[in-house]
C-alpha cells in the first residue's frame, strides 16, 4: 500500500469562537499533531461565516513550516481571470511549494449569483482559467477570452504554477483533471466510485498523452468514542440533507470510530489508488480530532 497523506479541513469561524481556537493555532496543532495538509474552502455567499480562502491560507503559511498548505477548492471562474491568477499569485509567493490548488467550478446558484457570473457558465469559465493560469502565473502576457486586439495582461511577480488538483466526482470533472489537472480530488465518495473514477481518469490521461494525475479524497468524520461524538448515522443525514443525496447512499461515507477503524477505512481508499485524504472534522474538539487522525495516519505507515 502507498503511503497516504492525511490533511485536515480548517476550522470555520464558528469553531473558532466556540473552542478558542484561531488559524494560526490550529494550522500550527496540526502540523505538530504530524498531519499532512491543512485545508480551507472558497466561499462567496453560502449564508455561513466564512473567511476569505486566501486570507486563511496565508495565515496558516505564515504560522507554520512544513505542512501543506491547500484550497479545497479554489473557484476561479466566479472571478474575473486576472484577479483569480493574481490572488494564487500571493498565495503561491507566500506559500512556496507548499501549496496545492484544489479547483472547482461549485458552491450553488446563489454563490455565482452573488459574483455575478452566470450558473450556467461555470464550465467554460472553468476550463479557460485552468488553460489559462499558467501562463498568467509564468508572467506571459495574455490575451482574455472577449477581448480584442494584442495580449495586454501581464501579472508580476511571475511564480510557478502550484500542483492544480481538479475537485468533483462528475464526469466533466475527470475530464477536466485528466486534460489540465495534477490530481483529481473529488469528495464524499465511496472506494468503488473512486476505483470506477480512477479507471476513467487514467484512460483519458493516455488520451491526452499526460501523466495519470494524483487522487486525492475529501472526506468528513469524528474519530473516536461513538458515545462522545456525532455518529456515522447522524454525520450521513447531515450530508443528505446539504447535498441532496439519500442517506442510504452516504451512509457508508463517514469516517468514524477508533483510529484503528478509521485506519482501516483509510486504507481501503488507498488500495483503490488514493493518495491524500483530506478529512472535513463533523464534531467534537477539533485539536483533538487532529490528534486522532494523526494516531490513523500513523497505523497506515
Not at 146 to 160: F, I, N, R
Not at 196 to 202: S, Y
Not at 239 to 253: N, Q, S
Request: charged share 20%; with cysteine; glycine share 12%.
Amino acid at each position: 500500500m502507498a503511503v497516504l497523506g492525511i490533511g485536515v479541513i480548517l476550522p470555520g469561524v464558528t469553531v473558532q469562537h466556540r473552542q478558542r481556537l484561531d488559524l494560526r493555532q490550529a494550522a500550527r496543532h496540526a502540523e505538530d499533531a504530524g498531519l499532512d495538509g491543512v485545508w480551507h474552502g472558497d466561499h462567496l455567499a453560502t449564508g455561513a461565516p466564512a473567511l476569505d480562502v486566501t486570507v486563511a491560507l496565508a495565515t496558516a503559511a505564515a504560522a507554520t513550516s512544513r505542512i501543506r498548505v491547500g484550497a479545497s477548492v479554489f473557484v476561479p471562474a466566479i472571478r474575473p481571470l486576472a484577479w483569480a491568477a493574481k490572488q494564487i499569485a500571493g498565495l503561491r509567493h507566500v506559500c512556496d511549494e507548499r501549496l496545492v490548488l484544489g479547483v472547482g467550478s461549485g458552491g450553488g446558484p446563489g454563490q455565482w449569483a452573488a459574483a455575478g457570473v452566470p450558473y450556467g457558465e461555470r464550465g467554460p469559465r472553468t476550463d479557460t482559467a485552468l488553460e489559462l493560469l499558467p501562463r498568467l502565473l509564468a508572467g506571459e502576457r495574455v490575451r482574455l477570452p472577449g477581448e480584442p486586439g494584442e495580449p495586454h495582461v501581464q501579472l508580476a511577480p511571475a511564480v510557478p504554477m502550484p500542483p492544480v488538483w481538479v475537485g468533483n466526482a462528475s464526469p466533466a470533472a475527470i475530464r477536466r483533471a485528466a486534460r489540465f489537472g495534477d490530481g483529481w480530488f473529488p469528495s464524499l465518495i465511496g472506494v468503488r466510485q473512486v476505483a470506477e473514477g480512477a479507471a476513467r481518469l487514467a484512460e483519458l490521461a493516455a488520451a491526452h498523452d499526460r501523466p495519470v494525475p494524483r487522487i486525492a479524497v475529501g472526506a468528513t468524520g469524528a474519530v473516536g468514542k461513538e458515545a462522545d461524538l456525532p455518529g456515522r448515522a447522524d454525520i450521513a443525514a447531515g450530508i443528505a440533507g446539504a447535498y441532496g443525496r439519500p442517506v442510504e447512499e452516504v451512509m457508508d461515507l463517514p469516517l468514524t470510530g477508533e483510529p484503528a477503524r478509521v485506519a482501516d477505512r483509510l486504507a481501503a481508499y488507498a488500495d483503490a489508488g488514493v493518495r491524500d485524504v483530506v478529512v472535513g472534522v463533523a464534531g467534537g474538539d477539533w485539536r483533538e480530532q487532529c490528534d486522532r487522525l494523526a494516531e490513523a495516519r500513523a497505523l497506515l505507515q
